[in-house]
């Protein structure tokens, strides 16, 4: 079955220490992203990425470290310059479309989340 | 700046009834699509429907349709028929430019409580 994954499901983390969360698509999907939930809160953009090892900062990158060696991996790395990390992380993916069509429908796909929690 | 606003924190409704939860956007973009989730308190990101700026039509999907007001700004999300699997957290997005493969703006969420 075609999806995203997310790996782990819940992530501790103590002061200090940087962590990684994985995110794999098979849908064959060219862009990638990383949002950020905080409780009772929309999502908010940390990074995404269209191709292979390129990407962009969204709104709250800071803190944060990305890769993109493979079309379908996507990890994201919470560094110890985050100083409040403690959230829900939803990596989702889409495809891109051109010309008249990119004014088509074009869902983004989303993972089941990391929730990651600071000791 | 692009928003999204979604000034209902938290809407109660009975079974059977239909119910609406509101967004507005601000965007000076002319070609730009709207998004609504629903995320059940496990946390996965459901899709539910999507309606872009040039579509004429309002979009509908099953039980929910969007009332798209373009001039208004408003894309609001109308439920028909609620069912207790309907309770959770509902959000509003917008992909701004029109451009496929950009990240989507959300609001803030509203959260739906259906009862028997």
């Known amino acids: 079955d075609g999806g995203i994954t997310q790996s782990p499901k819940y992530l501790f983390r103590k002061e200090g220490q940087n962590v990684t969360l994985s995110c794999e698509q098979n849908?064959?999907?060219?862009?990638m992203y990383w949002y950020r939930q905080d409780p009772g809160q929309g999502l908010r953009l940390i990074y995404y990425?269209?191709?292979?090892?390129?990407?962009q900062k969204g709104d709250i990158a800071e803190g944060y470290s990305v890769s993109r060696e493979k079309k379908e991996s996507f990890p994201l790395t919470v560094t110890s310059a985050q100083k409040n990390p403690t959230a829900f992380y939803l990596c989702?993916?889409?495809?891109?479309?051109?010309?008249?069509?990119?004014?088509?429908?074009?869902?983004?796909?989303f993972g089941p989340g990391t929730r990651l929690t600071v000791l | 700046a692009q928003k999204i606003t979604q000034t209902q924190p938290g809407m109660f409704v009975q079974e059977k009834e239909a119910v609406t939860l509101d967004c507005t956007y601000d965007?000076?973009?002319?070609?730009?699509?709207l998004f609504w989730y629903k995320q059940p308190s496990s946390g996965e990101m459901i899709f539910l429907i999507y309606?872009?700026?040039?579509?004429?039509q309002n979009a509908t999907e099953g039980r929910y349709s969007l009332n798209f007001q373009k001039a208004r700004k408003s894309a609001n999300l109308v439920i028909s028929a609620s069912q207790l699997g309907d309770s959770a957290m509902y959000f509003c997005?917008?992909?701004?430019?029109?451009?496929?493969?950009?990240?989507?703006?959300f609001g803030k969420g509203t959260t739906l409580s259906v009862s028997s």
């Open positions: 309606q872009g700026s040039y579509d004429e």
């Open positions: 990425s269209q191709i292979v090892n390129d990407f």
């Open positions: 997005a917008m992909r701004p430019r029109g451009q496929a493969g950009t990240a989507l703006i």
């Open positions: 965007t000076s973009d002319q070609s730009y699509g």
């Open positions: 849908l064959n999907h060219d862009a």
């Open positions: 989702a993916s889409s495809t891109i479309l051109h010309g008249t069509a990119a004014h088509s429908y074009n869902e983004q796909f």
